[in-house]
C-alpha cells in the first residue's frame, strides 16, 4: 500500500484471477508442450483424442490455442470497473502526448538488447511472455471508442543483455530516471571504450548499464503467429528520456520526456542563444509547445505507413494465424530499414500551417516573457542532462580535416560537407543510396554523382530534413568497421543535429581517406 504498484483490495481477486487464468494457459502454450516429445506429451495428456494415428497431438495443440486466443480476447477487450484506482487507470490507458509538457504520458517500454533511431523502421519478433502481454495490452487500446483509430505508441529503451540482465537483480540494469541516474556515484564505472588494429585512431563508447534515454516507437501493423508469438511492424519517431517511473511489473511503464535537438528549442534559435535567464519553469512550457510542433510533421515524415505482406484474414474471414512458413521474409525486408516520407503535401502544408501557428508564439522571448521564470529556478533539462553527462557529443576522429567551431556549430555547412563525402563514398565503393536518403539530398546540390529520384517538398523544413539525415547517414556504415559498431546509443544521446552530423561527416571522411590510401 502506498507504492505505485499497490492495486486496490476489492479488485484483487477479479484481477489475480483473470491474470492466473491467461498466463497459466499462455505458459502451458507457449513453454511446455513444445518441449516435449510427441510420445511424451501424448503419455503425459493420456486421453483417446490424443492417439497419433488420429493426430491427437496436433488437435489438441490446436484446441489449446483456440483457448488461449478465446481467453486473450476476452482478456484485452475489457477494462477494470475501478476507474477510481490511478494506478489500474495507468496500465490500461493508451500512452499519449501531453501537449502542453512535451511528455508521454503511461508509455509502455520494451527493454532489449540493441537501440534504434529516429527514421528507422523494424519487424519486431514479440516472444518473451510480458512483452506479448504488453503488446496485446497496446493493440486492444487502437480505437478512442469513437472509430477513430489513435497512434499506437511503446518506448524502445536500451538494456544490454535485455532480460536476462533485468532478471539479474544488478542495480546498474535497473530501469531509472534521469534524476535516479544523475544521483549514481558508480555510473561511470560501467563506460568504456574500444578499437580495433585496423582502426586505432577511433574509440567507440560502450556501456554496460541500462540507458534512460530512448526511443518512441509506433506501431504500423502485427500479425499473431500460430504459437502465440507476435510480429509488429513498427516506425522509430522521436528521442525521449525517462522522467517518472509508472510501474515495473509485469512490465515497465513510465512517463517520459521527449527531447528535440537543440536547434529546435525556442530559447535556442537566433536571437534567443546565450541568454542567461532561462530555466526550466519557462522553458518546460516552449519546449511543450515545439513537442507538439514537431509531431505535427509526423504525417508527413512516417506517412507511407506499408501493411505487413501477409493476409491478415483467411477464407472464412477470421483473424489469420501465421506459421514460420507463411513469412514472406525478402518482402518484409524491402519494408526495411528505413521508414519513407509521404508523397501527400496536403498533410506538410497543414503541418505547416499549424507550426506557423505555434512559432508566432516562440518567435521571440521577449522581456515580459523572461519576467515570468522563478530566479534561482532549475537549469533547463537539457542543460540538466548535458551537465549531468547523460547526453554527450560523438566523440571525435583524429587524423580528418578539423573544422573551425563555428562551421562545427552551422548544420547548413555540415549538411553540404556530410552529401560531398557521401558522393566521395559512394564513389570510391560503388555503393547506391536507398531512396530513402538519397531524396533529403538539398536540390541545389545536383552537381553531385549521387542523384535523387525524388525532391523532398521546398516547403519542408531544413532542419528537419537535417536531423532525419544525421540518423540515416550513420546507420549505412555502422556495420564496415568495429568502431563504427556500437553507435547507436551515442547518436541517441547526442544533444544536437549539428554534432550528430559533425560525428558522422568525420567518420566518412576518415573512411575516404582509408579507401583514397587503398588505391593510392
Same mark, same amino acid.
Given at each position: 500500500?502506498?507504492?505505485?504498484?499497490?492495486?486496490?483490495?476489492?479488485?484483487?481477486?477479479?484481477?489475480?484471477?483473470?491474470?492466473?487464468?491467461?498466463?497459466?494457459?499462455?505458459?502451458?502454450?507457449?513453454?511446455?508442450?513444445?518441449?516435449?516429445?510427441?510420445?511424451?506429451?501424448?503419455?503425459?495428456?493420456?486421453?483417446?483424442?490424443?492417439?497419433?494415428?488420429?493426430?491427437?497431438?496436433?488437435?489438441?495443440?490446436?484446441e489449446r490455442m483456440n483457448l488461449v486466443r478465446s481467453l486473450q480476447r476476452s482478456y484485452y /477487450?475489457?477494462?477494470?470497473? +475501478? =476507474? &477510481?484506482?490511478?494506478?489500474?487507470?495507468?496500465?490500461? @490507458?493508451?500512452?499519449?502526448? #501531453?501537449? *502542453?509538457?512535451?511528455?508521454?504520458?503511461?508509455?509502455?517500454?520494451?527493454?532489449?538488447?540493441?537501440?534504434?533511431?529516429?527514421?528507422?523502421?523494424?519487424?519486431?519478433?514479440?516472444?518473451?511472455?510480458?512483452?506479448?502481454?504488453?503488446?496485446?495490452?497496446?493493440?486492444?487500446?487502437?480505437?478512442?471508442?469513437?472509430?477513430?483509430?489513435?497512434?499506437?505508441?511503446?518506448?524502445?529503451?536500451?538494456?544490454?543483455?535485455?532480460?536476462?540482465?533485468?532478471?539479474?537483480?544488478?542495480?546498474?540494469?535497473?530501469?531509472?530516471?534521469?534524476?535516479?541516474?544523475?544521483?549514481?556515484?558508480? /555510473?561511470?564505472?560501467?563506460? +568504456? =571504450? &574500444?578499437?580495433?588494429?585496423?582502426?586505432?585512431?577511433? @574509440?567507440?563508447?560502450?556501456? #554496460?548499464? *541500462?540507458?534512460?534515454?530512448?526511443?518512441?516507437?509506433?506501431?504500423?501493423?502485427?500479425?499473431?503467429?500460430?504459437?502465440?508469438?507476435?510480429?509488429?511492424?513498427?516506425?522509430?519517431?522521436?528521442?525521449?528520456?525517462?522522467?517518472?517511473?509508472?510501474?515495473?511489473?509485469?512490465?515497465?511503464?513510465?512517463?517520459?520526456?521527449?527531447?528535440?535537438?537543440?536547434?529546435?528549442?525556442?530559447?535556442?534559435?537566433?536571437?534567443?542563444?546565450?541568454?542567461?535567464?532561462?530555466?526550466?519553469?519557462?522553458?518546460?512550457?516552449?519546449?511543450?509547445?515545439?513537442?507538439?510542433?514537431?509531431?505535427?510533421?509526423?504525417?508527413?515524415?512516417?506517412?507511407?505507413?506499408?501493411?505487413?505482406?501477409?493476409?491478415?484474414?483467411?477464407?472464412?474471414? #477470421?483473424?489469420?494465424?501465421?506459421?514460420?512458413?507463411?513469412?514472406?521474409?525478402?518482402?518484409?525486408?524491402?519494408?526495411?530499414?528505413?521508414?519513407?516520407?509521404?508523397?501527400?503535401?496536403?498533410?506538410?502544408?497543414?503541418?505547416?500551417?499549424?507550426?506557423?501557428?505555434?512559432?508566432?508564439?516562440?518567435?521571440?522571448?521577449?522581456?515580459?516573457?523572461?519576467?515570468?521564470?522563478?530566479?534561482?529556478?532549475?537549469?533547463?533539462?537539457?542543460?540538466?542532462?548535458?551537465?549531468?553527462?547523460?547526453?554527450?557529443?560523438?566523440?571525435?576522429?583524429?587524423?580528418?580535416?578539423?573544422?573551425?567551431?563555428?562551421?562545427?556549430?552551422?548544420?547548413?555547412?555540415?549538411?553540404?560537407?556530410?552529401?560531398?563525402?557521401?558522393?566521395?563514398?559512394?564513389?570510391?565503393?560503388?555503393?547506391?543510396?536507398?531512396?530513402?536518403?538519397?531524396?533529403?539530398?538539398?536540390?541545389?546540390?545536383?552537381?553531385?554523382?549521387?542523384?535523387?529520384?525524388?525532391?523532398?517538398?521546398?516547403?519542408?523544413?531544413?532542419?528537419?530534413?537535417?536531423?532525419?539525415?544525421?540518423?540515416?547517414?550513420?546507420?549505412?556504415?555502422?556495420?564496415?568497421?568495429?568502431?563504427?559498431k556500437g553507435m547507436r546509443q551515442i547518436w541517441l544521446n547526442t544533444p544536437s543535429t549539428s554534432?550528430?552530423?559533425?560525428?558522422?561527416?568525420?567518420?566518412?571522411?576518415?573512411?575516404?581517406?582509408?579507401?583514397?590510401?587503398?588505391?593510392?
Amino acid at each position: 500500500p502506498g507504492t505505485t504498484n499497490s492495486i486496490a483490495i476489492d479488485v484483487m481477486p477479479a484481477l489475480l484471477l483473470r491474470t492466473a487464468l491467461v498466463a497459466s494457459i499462455a505458459s502451458v502454450a507457449f513453454s511446455f508442450a513444445p518441449c516435449l516429445p510427441k510420445r511424451a506429451a501424448t503419455a503425459i495428456f493420456s486421453d483417446s483424442s490424443l492417439d497419433e494415428d488420429n493426430g491427437g497431438i496436433e488437435d489438441f495443440e490446436k484446441e489449446r490455442m483456440n483457448l488461449v486466443r478465446s481467453l486473450q480476447r476476452s482478456y484485452y /477487450r475489457d477494462t477494470p470497473d +475501478d =476507474s &477510481s484506482n490511478e494506478t489500474m487507470e495507468s496500465s490500461h @490507458s493508451a500512452a499519449s502526448l #501531453d501537449t *502542453a509538457t512535451g511528455r508521454i504520458q503511461n508509455l509502455p517500454l520494451w527493454r532489449v538488447g540493441w537501440v534504434e533511431t529516429p527514421g528507422r523502421r523494424n519487424c519486431l519478433n514479440v516472444h518473451e511472455m510480458q512483452y506479448t502481454h504488453m503488446f496485446e495490452r497496446i493493440l486492444s487500446q487502437s480505437s478512442d471508442g469513437q472509430g477513430k483509430d489513435e497512434p499506437l505508441y511503446f518506448g524502445h529503451l536500451y538494456l544490454p543483455g535485455g532480460t536476462t540482465s533485468a532478471k539479474s537483480g544488478e542495480e546498474r540494469y535497473q530501469l531509472k530516471t534521469w534524476r535516479d541516474e544523475l544521483k549514481d556515484e558508480n /555510473r561511470f564505472e560501467n563506460y +568504456d =571504450s &574500444s578499437s580495433t588494429l585496423n582502426t586505432p585512431d577511433i @574509440s567507440t563508447p560502450t556501456v #554496460d548499464r *541500462a540507458a534512460v534515454v530512448g526511443c518512441l516507437m509506433q506501431i504500423i501493423d502485427h500479425r499473431r503467429m500460430e504459437d502465440g508469438k507476435l510480429m509488429i511492424l513498427v516506425q522509430a519517431l522521436e528521442r525521449f528520456v525517462v522522467e517518472e517511473i509508472v510501474d515495473t511489473k509485469p512490465y515497465s511503464v513510465a512517463n517520459v520526456q521527449i527531447l528535440l535537438d537543440k536547434e529546435e528549442l525556442p530559447w535556442e534559435r537566433e536571437g534567443n542563444s546565450g541568454r542567461k535567464d532561462m530555466n526550466e519553469n519557462l522553458c518546460k512550457h516552449l519546449r511543450g509547445k515545439a513537442v507538439a510542433a514537431s509531431f505535427y510533421y509526423h504525417d508527413y515524415e512516417f506517412g507511407d505507413r506499408p501493411r505487413l505482406p501477409v493476409q491478415d484474414k483467411n477464407d472464412t474471414g #477470421d483473424e489469420n494465424y501465421l506459421s514460420k512458413d507463411d513469412i514472406p521474409w525478402l518482402e518484409i525486408s524491402k519494408l526495411l530499414p528505413f521508414a519513407h516520407y509521404s508523397t501527400d503535401g496536403m498533410c506538410l502544408d497543414a503541418a505547416n500551417e499549424k507550426t506557423a501557428h505555434v512559432d508566432d508564439s516562440m518567435l521571440t522571448l521577449s522581456d515580459d516573457d523572461s519576467g515570468s521564470s522563478v530566479a534561482g529556478g532549475e537549469l533547463p533539462l537539457e542543460q540538466e542532462l548535458w551537465n549531468g553527462g547523460i547526453t554527450w557529443d560523438p566523440p571525435p576522429v583524429s587524423n580528418v580535416v578539423i573544422r573551425q567551431s563555428q562551421e562545427c556549430k552551422n548544420c547548413d555547412t555540415l549538411e553540404t560537407l556530410l552529401w560531398l563525402a557521401l558522393d566521395d563514398f559512394c564513389r570510391a565503393t560503388g555503393f547506391i543510396l536507398p531512396e530513402e536518403i538519397t531524396c533529403l539530398l538539398p536540390p541545389e546540390m545536383d552537381y553531385l554523382d549521387v542523384k535523387a529520384d525524388r525532391h523532398l517538398s521546398s516547403n519542408y523544413p531544413k532542419i528537419r530534413r537535417q536531423r532525419r539525415l544525421s540518423y540515416l547517414a550513420p546507420a549505412l556504415i555502422e556495420n564496415l568497421e568495429t568502431p563504427m559498431k556500437g553507435m547507436r546509443q551515442i547518436w541517441l544521446n547526442t544533444p544536437s543535429t549539428s554534432a550528430r552530423l559533425l560525428g558522422a561527416l568525420e567518420r566518412y571522411d576518415y573512411l575516404n581517406n582509408k579507401l583514397m590510401g587503398q588505391f593510392e
